[in-house]
């Protein structure tokens, strides 16, 4: 992570996490195409600082149900 980072949406039901395709056969260099659009938000703009406190406060709610 930089000052970009991405979100993903899990359905908790089937536990299927959605992402965009990949479009590459090549297993080698899967992780460097990576779509730009799922890094939009930019921590260090105000959008993005209250998405990223967001997810902090739900990951610290998820941790009280361990």
Do not use: C
Not at 9 to 14: A, F
Not at 21 to 31: A, D, R
């Amino acid at each position: 992570m930089g000052m970009t980072f991405a979100t993903y949406k899990l359905d908790k039901p089937s536990k299927h996490v959605t992402l965009a395709k990949i479009l590459s056969t090549n297993k080698e260099m899967i992780q460097d195409l990576v779509p730009q659009s799922w890094w939009r938000h930019e921590i260090l703009e105000p959008a993005g600082e209250a998405i990223f406190l967001e997810i902090v406060e739900d990951i610290k709610a998820m941790s009280f149900n361990i």
